[in-house]
């Protein structure tokens, strides 16, 4: 828009009348005549046209503003006009770190949450399972013969095998498709250690009992039960009320020859990878219900 075409459209306004401007004429040689000018008292102007004093200096002030916002226009629209200053972009940089910053540490703490309980879940999970598999085994001692058999053995630290308790139980599972559904079953729980594996492993093997005199020998190589294992003891609690961290019913004591304790107290540790100088801790006690055979051959 032209500075005239400005001052036509803001004299327009002003006044309220249509601006009448005549075509401008031809002049010599084809040449268009000038349009008049506006004197600056505003009394002698183009023909037909007619303007109040004082509106044609208004009209120039306004004319120049427009030019002005033009030019500031075009300078805005040109390309790379006017870039970020160094201190805008260090600015800009603090301010994503901080909020980049606390979205990976609300996200990690979740994380973290999320992969400690699924394992504490499955910790309590195994540990709960290996428990109960213990105590309906330990629930079905029974005797062989007259006599009953159940028998701890324990390791060295250079042994695979660290622990090892055996016992004559009716708590058959058979786990092949050849073995009898049920029967007496010579079962056995080792504790073991594993190459490159922390903590140990706990196997329960079970085996139809034939009549050997070692029934622990003829268990087989067992399923695991329980991993992760830091430690397993067990108490064992004989008919005079002792308590004993041994049994072994082959011997020739006499609270423990051919008999089996009125009760067993399981301790089992779990590897804890959050404070391994604290792992997870589950106990329970098992009351046999038959421990002993009397001199008539009866079971009490």
């Known amino acids: 828009m032209g500075a005239f075409s400005v001052f036509r459209h803001r004299l327009e306004s002003t006044t309220g009348r249509h601006l009448a401007i005549p075509a401008a004429s031809a002049g010599k040689g084809g040449q268009c005549a000038p349009v008049p000018r506006i004197r600056e008292d505003g009394r002698a102007a183009g023909p037909g046209m007619t303007i109040t004093p004082g509106l044609a200096v208004r009209g120039a002030d306004c004319?120049?503003?427009?030019?002005?916002?033009?030019r500031r226009a075009a300078r805005r629209a040109a390309p790379g006009a006017r870039g970020f200053?160094?201190?805008?972009?260090?600015?800009?940089?603090f301010i994503l770190g901080i909020v980049l910053s606390t979205v990976y540490a609300a996200y990690t703490g979740t994380f973290r949450i999320?992969?400690?309980?699924g394992y504490d879940a499955e910790a309590y999970a195994m540990a709960r399972s290996a428990l109960f598999r213990m105590?309906?085994?330990l629930n079905g001692v029974v005797p062989y013969k007259g006599s009953f058999y159940v028998s701890l053995r324990k390791g060295g630290e250079r042994d695979r095998v660290l622990l090892e308790l055996s016992f004559l139980s009716s708590s058959h599972i058979a786990f092949r498709e050849k073995e009898p559904a049920s029967g007496m079953a010579a079962i056995r729980y080792e504790l073991a250690a594993v190459e490159d594996q922390e903590g140990y492993v706990l196997r329960r093997s079970d085996?139809?009992?034939s009549g050997g005199e070692t029934p622990d020998e003829e268990a087989q190589a067992?399923?695991?039960?329980?991993?992760?294992?830091?430690s397993l003891t067990f108490d064992f609690v004989d008919r005079e009320g002792?308590?004993?961290?041994?049994?072994?019913?082959?011997?020739?004591?006499?609270?423990?020859?051919?008999?089996?304790?009125v009760a067993v107290l399981v301790h089992l540790k779990l590897n804890n990878p959050r404070d391994p100088?604290?792992?997870?801790?589950?106990?329970?006690?098992v009351y046999l219900p038959v421990n002993r055979v009397e001199s008539d051959g009866q079971t009490t």
Request: glycine share 2%; hydrophobic share 35%.
């Open 63 to 70: 004319a120049e503003k427009a030019r002005e916002s033009d």
């Open 85 to 93: 200053t160094l201190i805008e972009i260090l600015i800009a940089i």
């Open 114 to 117: 999320i992969r400690d309980t």
């Open 135 to 137: 105590t309906q085994d």
């Open 207 to 209: 085996t139809v009992y």
């Open 222 to 230: 067992g399923f695991v039960v329980c991993e992760n294992v830091h």
């Open 242 to 261: 002792f308590m004993t961290d041994a049994w072994d019913s082959s011997s020739t004591a006499e609270t423990q020859k051919k008999a089996a304790p």
């Open 277 to 285: 100088e604290r792992p997870y801790v589950f106990s329970t006690q």
